[in-house]
Structure formats: C-alpha cells, structure tokens
C-alpha cells in the first residue's frame, strides 16, 4: 500500500512539472508577442510579400527591409570611410552678371529665389564690378546685385549657412585703361612718367568695395581681373606675368591691390583670389602665381581658376592638387550645356583637385535657348508676350545637375574617402562635422544598369534618402531629373540608371 502510494504520487508530480513547464513556455512567448506587435506584423508582411514579388522587383523596392536576406552578389559595393578625410568645402554657387536684373520683372520673383538659393541651396554669388562704368561714384548693378544677396541671406540662414560674395572685375573703367578701350585687348594705361597705373587701380578697387558695402552687399573673397590670360572681345584686361612695354603685369596688380585694401580695411579687407584664368592648366597658371607666393603669399587667399581650358583633362586637375596641395582652390566659372557632363566636371574637381568651391558660370541669363540643356542654370524671358510659362522663368538641365552636390553638401562639410569600385561610376562622399550626415553622388556614365549595395565600414547607417536623375547623352526636359525615391533598401541596395547621376543623403553615427 505505501509503495504503491509513493508510485503515484510521484507520477502526480513528474504530470505537474511538465504542466508548468509547457504553460511557462506559452507564457513567455506571450509576453513576447504582446511587447512588439509591430515586429512581428511585419516580419509577416516582409515574408508574404517576399514569396509574391520576384526576386528583381523585391531588390528595387526602395525602403522594405529584410535584414536577415543573404546579399545578392551581383551587387557592387560602394564604400565610404569617414576616417579618411579630405578638403573642407565652402560652397557651390553661380554667377549673376549680364541680364540678372531680368528676373525682377518675373511674376513668380520669390519662387525663382527658391529655386537657387532654398531647394539648390547655392550658397556662393559672384558679381561683376562695374563701379564707375558709367559715371564717378556709381554703379548700375549695384541694387541688383544687393536683392540677389538679400535673397540668399534669408534663405540661408534657414539651414544656417552664411552665404559667400566672390566680386570679380572683368575690366577696370575706361580711365583706367589704355587708349579709352574697355575690351580684353587692351591693358591698364600709363601714367605720363611711363609707368602702369598700378596705384590708380588699386584706389579703384578700395573704392569699388566701400560704394558696394554701403548699398548693403557684403564682400567676402575678389579676383582683380576675370580670365586675366584670355584678350576678349568684351569687356576685360590683359594683364601678362610678367611687365612689358606692351602689358601691365598681373603680380604688380594684385600686390598693389592687395596692400591698398590692407591699408584701408586692415583684417576686414576682402581676400583675394589669383588668378581666375581661363585655364586650369598648371603651367599657365604657374606663370601668373609664382612671383606672388614667392615674394608675398599671405596676399593670396587662394587659386581660382575656369575650365575652358584643360578642364576635359582630369590630369591637370590632380596637378593642382599637387602643386598646390596647401592652397585653398575655387573652380570659379564653368558651364557645360549638358547636365552629365556638368555633374562629372563637379566630381572631377572635388576628388582630384580637392576643389574647395565649384562655381556655375551663369545662374540666371536672357533665354535664348529652347533646349532644356543650355549653358546656364535659370533662363528668364523679358517681356511678358516671350515668357515660356507662367513664371517667366525656368530652370534648365544644369540646375539639376548642380543641385545634386549644392543642395546636400553644405559649406563646412568634409570630403571623405569613397570607391565606387567601377571606372564608368564616378563617386564621391561628404561628411558633416559630426559625422551625423553623409552625401554620396554616383554617376553612370556607362549604358547599362548599375547595381550597388552602400557600405560605411564602421558608419552605422539610421536613415536615408535617395534623388536620382536619369539624364541620359542629352536631357530633353525635367520629366526624370531629380526623382524622390525614397529610402535605400534593406541592404542599403540601390540601382543606378544608365547615364545617371544619383544623390543619396545619409543620416546615422560612427560605430
């Protein structure tokens, strides 16, 4: 009787453990459902959608994550490093000179402002001198040139950035000038000991300065003579390396301006920017800054230069680098009437010239163009039976290819470290001070589609987003430039059309 009590209470409470045991186990999983509901729905979702949508289609789905999915080969990766860093960039920007003053007889003024200087976010403006052009103490610009800086300034300083001001002369008034002849061909005059005006044109800039800063225009950065290698036809100077009873000499210039703004300034004179060449070559350039960073280098603030000459040549843009590894450099007028080629002219000056600022040449001119690929950013029509649309103003395939750089790098950003891993993508990355944001821009330059996966090394990646523009040889209109896509997808995948330029802005942390 007490054996056979013992046996069943033992089996009564082997029965009982494995009772609790089993409702312990429902019990947590329970708990565990009810503290992440959503986690679970879409786990569900992720799996229902991944057995009804082929494989091609689940890759290009921008934003469904699937972190568990093993990675697709037959991806590239694009990798950034945030350790390795490059120049500080100051800024991107566009000119605004002849026919800028158009744009005030547009209906939709404010909606242009926004354009460039809210959604493009161009943060530099460089303006032409033309003080004393038409008479003493005056110049025509003037209040054109103080409404285009207003307008930056405001909108600006809604992402906190202070907008730069570039002032460059194309040619000194004709006083200055040799035979009363205001064009390239002809340089600055003599005095009548024989010598170059050089101090009477150094009296023009300071006084150039002061007019421009008292009807409210802010000057940051000057090059005293716009492409000072190139005899134009229009207005301009020739000035050569080195005095000829023929020319005025670029160095003695830019020293007797440089000392006479000091003089009258002190530390609140505007820098000065050598030599704002036509050419990006170094041996031209050389010619006109070997003397100056010689015998006075704190009177050069930094290089500017064009790419009309040598800028095809991505040679020349790494000798910059090179021979002026140490010196701030300004790509300070360009345009491409092609927006590919615009934004590989943009990437090729900040990977191989470590360029500081890329400038476009002209950010609002006369539309004289029909093409949607002209040789400026904004096109404005004057007189209202000529308008194109509503606005009297549109933007053209360039805008968008400048905005793709302009609008998510912003001045104070680092150039970092990125490999695209594929000669016919061009890449380059940017970082903000605390490295909460990243910019990528991927180019594809080739015909067919690109596959990527973006990799950070060490960076942790929280959230993204991705702009894309499908330009093609030669962009027709607006219709695929500038596409909102969303996020990367779950393996932070993406496809790059062919001849396409794509944007993606990152926010996360280093791990």
């Known amino acids: 009787m007490d054996i056979c009590m013992k046996r069943i209470v033992s089996l009564f409470l082997a029965g009982l453990l494995v009772f609790l045991a089993a409702c312990g186990t429902d019990s947590k999983s329970a708990i565990k459902d009810d503290k992440d509901p959503k986690k679970a729905k879409l786990t569900e979702m992720a799996e229902n959608k991944a057995e009804a949508t082929p494989a091609k289609e689940v890759q290009e789905t921008v934003g469904v994550a699937n972190a568990q999915a093993p990675l697709d080969s037959s991806y590239t990766v694009c990798s950034f490093d945030t350790n390795i860093k490059y120049q500080t960039i100051d800024g991107f920007g566009a000119a605004y000179t002849w026919y800028s003053d158009w744009l005030f007889q547009c209906d939709d003024l404010?909606?242009?402002?926004?354009?460039?200087?809210?959604?493009?976010?161009?943060?530099?403006?460089?303006?032409?001198?033309?003080?004393?052009?038409?008479?003493?103490?005056?110049?025509?610009?003037?209040?054109?040139?103080?409404?285009?800086?207003?307008?930056?300034?405001k909108r600006a300083a809604e992402y906190g950035v202070e907008p730069l001001v570039l002032m460059s002369c194309w040619s000194p008034p004709r006083f200055l000038k040799r035979d009363n002849d205001i064009s390239g061909k002809s340089t600055l005059k003599k005095d009548e000991s024989g010598n170059y005006c050089y101090d009477e044109y150094a009296d023009w800039w300071a006084e150039a300065i002061e007019y421009y800063q008292q009807q409210g225009l802010k000057i940051d950065y000057i090059c005293i003579q716009n492409e000072v290698d190139f005899a134009a036809d229009y207005d301009g100077c020739r000035l050569d390396p080195v005095e000829s009873e023929e020319f005025a000499s670029y160095a003695k210039a830019h020293l007797a301006v440089y000392r006479k703004l000091q003089e009258r300034f002190g530390a609140a004179a505007p820098k000065i920017l050598g030599p704002d060449s036509m050419s990006c070559v170094y041996s031209t350039i050389n010619f006109y800054m070997r003397e100056l960073l010689e015998n006075e280098p704190d009177s050069v603030a930094g290089l500017a230069h064009h790419l009309y000459v040598g800028g095809d040549n991505f040679i020349n843009l790494m000798d910059l680098n090179t021979y002026y590894k140490d010196l701030k450099k300004w790509q300070s007028e360009f345009y491409a009437s092609n927006a590919l080629k615009c934004a590989n002219l943009i990437n090729d000056c900040m990977v191989y010239e470590n360029a500081n600022a890329y400038l476009y040449w002209s950010g609002t001119w006369a539309d004289e163009n029909i093409s949607f690929e002209a040789g400026y950013l904004m096109g404005i029509k004057l007189g209202r039976a000529n308008w194109i649309n509503d606005t009297g103003w549109r933007l053209a395939g360039d805008y968008y290819a400048m905005r793709h750089f302009s609008e998510f790098?912003?001045?104070?950003?680092?150039?970092?470290?990125?490999?695209?891993?594929?000669?016919?993508?061009?890449?380059?990355?940017?970082?903000?001070?605390?490295?909460?944001?990243?910019?990528?821009?991927?180019?594809?330059?080739?015909?067919?589609?690109?596959?990527?996966?973006?990799?950070?090394?060490?960076?942790?990646?929280?959230?993204?987003?991705?702009?894309?523009?499908?330009?093609?040889?030669?962009?027709?209109?607006?219709?695929?430039?500038?596409?909102?896509?969303?996020?990367?997808?779950?393996?932070?995948?993406?496809?790059?059309?062919?001849?396409?330029?794509?944007?993606?802005?990152?926010?996360?942390?280093?791990?």
């Open 110 to 153: 404010e909606g242009a402002y926004d354009a460039l200087f809210k959604d493009a976010k161009l943060s530099i403006l460089r303006f032409k001198n033309e003080y004393e052009y038409v008479r003493e103490d005056y110049a025509a610009n003037a209040a054109a040139m103080v409404k285009y800086y207003e307008a930056a300034k």
């Open 409 to 511: 790098v912003l001045p104070g950003y680092m150039r970092i470290k990125c490999s695209s891993k594929d000669k016919e993508v061009g890449a380059s990355a940017f970082m903000n001070k605390d490295a909460s944001k990243i910019t990528l821009v991927l180019i594809n330059n080739s015909e067919e589609e690109k596959k990527y996966r973006i990799d950070g090394n060490s960076y942790k990646i929280a959230g993204s987003r991705v702009v894309q523009s499908i330009f093609g040889d030669e962009c027709q209109s607006d219709e695929k430039c500038f596409m909102d896509l969303g996020s990367l997808g779950g393996q932070n995948e993406l496809i790059l059309p062919p001849k396409s330029v794509t944007t993606i802005d990152i926010t996360g942390e280093k791990a």
